[in-house]
């Protein structure tokens, strides 16, 4: 009788080995999701100043402030039929950058409508050069949540505080301070919802901040 030649010892090992790495290989988990990123949008035009209008005194507008979780790119959310004081982040979604620095860049745009807008660094510059310290405006970022009052009804909440700061050599000086609230109703409860009505509600808030800021004498 004849017998088929049976594999060496190691080699049957190596191919049963191999037999289930490839079995293993169909039930490995995919690959987490990739978290999808949102931000306010492209900034199609910018309102134009009157050809007549005069140029408004320069202001340094100082980085936005705010606590740790609104400085980090998760979309928050809030639950207030729930519990108002939880704050909730979206798990596959996120802003492209901090909330602070998203509402900074909008607001330095808007205000440059009018005036000239320097950050910090290039106020002192200035200040050195030519012995003048324009006003400074600080911003406080205190609420940016998708904010639920229901189930199915929410909306954009964001909540900031102006001051503006006149800097001279005795020392600061509040000039004016002021806080604003807007809310925006959200069309869906969920993160891509959210960000449209927080996106609104901070270009609302941006404009109210900059009519105040020029009204300010």
């Given at each position: 009788?004849?017998?088929?030649?049976?594999?060496?010892?190691?080699?049957?090992?190596?191919?049963?080995?191999?037999?289930?790495?490839?079995?293993?290989?169909?039930?490995?988990?995919?690959?987490?999701?990739?978290?999808?990123?949102?931000?306010?949008?492209?900034?199609?035009?910018?309102?134009?100043?009157?050809?007549?209008?005069?140029?408004?005194?320069?202001?340094?507008?100082?980085?936005?402030?705010?606590?740790?979780?609104?400085?980090?790119?998760?979309?928050?959310?809030?639950?207030?039929?729930?519990?108002?004081?939880?704050?909730?982040?979206?798990?596959?979604?996120?802003?492209?950058?901090?909330?602070?620095?998203?509402?900074?860049?909008?607001?330095?745009?808007?205000?440059?409508?009018?005036?000239?807008?320097?950050?910090?660094?290039?106020?002192?510059?200035?200040?050195?050069?030519?012995?003048?310290?324009?006003?400074?405006?600080?911003?406080?970022?205190?609420?940016?949540?998708?904010?639920?009052?229901?189930?199915t009804r929410s909306s954009g909440l964001v909540r900031l505080r102006a001051t503006l700061i006149q800097s001279a050599a005795g020392g600061d000086s509040v000039l004016a301070q002021r806080s604003f609230?807007?809310?925006?109703?959200?069309?869906?409860?969920?993160?891509?919802?959210?960000?449209?009505?927080?996106?609104?509600?901070?270009?609302?808030?941006?404009?109210?901040?900059?009519?105040?800021?020029?009204?300010?004498?």
């Amino acid at each position: 009788m004849n017998y088929a030649p049976s594999l060496p010892t190691g080699l049957r090992a190596g191919a049963l080995l191999l037999a289930a790495l490839l079995a293993g290989c169909g039930a490995l988990p995919d690959r987490p999701a990739r978290a999808t990123l949102y931000d306010f949008g492209p900034v199609l035009s910018l309102p134009q100043a009157p050809a007549d209008a005069a140029r408004l005194p320069t202001l340094a507008l100082a980085e936005i402030d705010a606590g740790a979780r609104l400085e980090s790119p998760q979309i928050l959310y809030r639950l207030a039929y729930a519990d108002a004081n939880e704050m909730r982040p979206y798990g596959q979604s996120r802003w492209s950058m901090a909330p602070n620095q998203l509402i900074y860049q909008r607001l330095r745009d808007a205000l440059a409508v009018q005036r000239t807008v320097l950050n910090r660094e290039e106020s002192a510059t200035l200040a050195r050069s030519a012995g003048r310290v324009p006003r400074t405006l600080r911003i406080s970022l205190d609420e940016f949540s998708h904010y639920f009052e229901s189930p199915t009804r929410s909306s954009g909440l964001v909540r900031l505080r102006a001051t503006l700061i006149q800097s001279a050599a005795g020392g600061d000086s509040v000039l004016a301070q002021r806080s604003f609230v807007v809310q925006r109703p959200a069309p869906s409860a969920d993160a891509p919802g959210g960000v449209k009505a927080l996106a609104a509600a901070s270009d609302v808030a941006i404009a109210e901040v900059v009519a105040w800021v020029d009204q300010v004498r």
